[in-house]
Nanobody
Framework: QVQLVESGGRLVQAGGSLRLSCAAS????????MGWFRQAPGKERECVAA????????YYADSVKGRFTISRDNAKNTMYLQMNSLKPEDTAVYYC???????????????????WGQGTQVTVSS
């Protein structure tokens, strides 16, 4: 069973930057694609970025392209989300997630992810 723990969320002004981290334990981290999702109040959870096992392939939602960068350090069992030029509409709880099996190369579909962290709050003030 994998355990995922996010950190790094906080209150930040519009235009600022944050780096979220997701520490994983319990399964061979490098064997699974990973993703960052977010859920704003009253909205459905959406995938903002995803990354393949090696980090060589990535996916970004249109709303964050050019501003967010996903990365992973398999030696440290950790995934990151660097968020720049933050906007108030980026305010949400951010979750890291791991795919259900090592079959997935990279995915943005929530149903493909079987393990989730508890979430970290990111609030962007205008």
């Amino acid at each position: 069973q994998v355990q995922l723990v996010e950190s790094g969320g906080r209150l930040v002004q519009a235009g600022g930057s944050l780096r979220l981290s997701c520490a994983a334990s319990g399964r061979t981290f490098s064997s699974y694609a990973m993703g960052w999702f977010r859920q704003a109040p009253g909205k459905e959870r959406e995938c903002v970025a995803a990354i393949s096992r090696s980090g060589g392939s990535t996916y970004y939602a249109d709303s964050v392209k050019g501003r967010f960068t996903i990365s992973r350090d398999n030696a440290k069992n950790t995934m990151y989300l660097q968020m720049n030029s933050l906007k108030p509409e980026d305010t949400a709880v951010y979750y890291c997630a791991q795919t259900r099996s090592s079959y997935y190369i990279v995915s943005s579909y929530e149903a493909d992810f079987g393990s989730w962290g508890q979430g970290t709050q990111v609030t962007v003030s205008s």
